[in-house]
């Protein structure tokens, strides 16, 4: 079967650095995508890999190994306002996004 | 302007009734999809429509229908609610290719939260 995990919960410090692992095993890839949801708000997407590396944006950065199945969500300095779920996705070889069950981050001052 | 807009944002009814949900895109996407996201926090793809065509359709049970009058609507009939589909129901929408090439960014509507009492 396809499998998406991630830890369920973390918590980090206010200006601090949070990583977020996601492992995968799913038939075939597509890319992976890393999407930001506050509670009861639609998910927002944060970022796609589909090639190994790390991709930077700002304070967000996501790596990709797909060899070993694996990606991370880093989040620097963190804010207040980070505080919500992390949900990765990964796009299969019929283009079917599979979801993760999320991590959500807290955030404490 | 919204990208993504759905209507209603809550729903309270009883079981047994049919009720349905609204989706409007306005980012000329050509590919719409409605996700269930249950107390688990899992999405689980119910539909996709491709201009007008339904190109995924999970096992969802047959009292769920989508309905797509134009690239821009795709909107969610439920018939007979059952306590079950209680949930809350997101909208999607993407620019896709017909031949499912669903690299781009999924962009959602704020959600359905459906109570079934």
């Known amino acids: 079967g396809q499998n998406i995990d991630q830890p369920t919960e973390m918590t980090a410090t206010e200006g601090a650095i949070v990583q977020i692992n996601c492992t995968y095993q799913t038939s075939g890839f597509n890319g992976l995508f890393w999407y930001q949801q506050h509670a009861g708000e639609a998910p927002t997407f944060l970022s796609y890999n589909v090639l190994d590396g790390l991709e930077e944006k700002g304070r967000f950065s996501s790596f990709l190994s797909r060899s070993k199945g694996y990606s991370y969500l880093l989040l620097k300095e963190l804010q207040m306002k980070d505080s919500a779920s992390y949900l990765c996705?990964?796009?299969?070889?019929?283009?079917?996004?599979?979801w993760g069950a999320g991590t959500k981050l807290i955030i404490k001052p | 302007d919204t990208a993504v807009s759905q209507t209603p944002k809550y729903l309270v009814t009883q079981m047994g009734n049919d009720k349905s949900i609204k989706c409007e895109q306005n980012?000329?996407?050509?590919?719409m999809y409605w996700y269930k996201q249950d107390s688990k926090k899992f999405l689980k793809i119910m539909f996709s429509?491709?201009?007008?065509?339904?190109?995924i359709n999970e096992t969802v049970p047959n009292r769920f229908s989508p309905k797509s009058p134009d690239k821009a609507h795709l909107n969610l009939h439920i018939n007979s609610l059952e306590l079950g589909d209680s949930a809350v129901y997101f909208c999607?929408?993407?620019?896709?290719?017909?031949?499912?090439?669903?690299?781009?960014?999924?962009?959602f509507g704020p959600g359905t939260r459906l109570t079934v009492l």
């Open positions: 999607a929408s993407s620019q896709a290719s017909r031949e499912g090439l669903l690299t781009d960014t999924q962009y």
């Open positions: 980012l000329g996407h050509d590919t």
């Open positions: 996705a990964v796009l299969d070889s019929n283009y079917q996004l599979i």
């Open positions: 429509y491709n201009n007008k065509e339904l190109i």
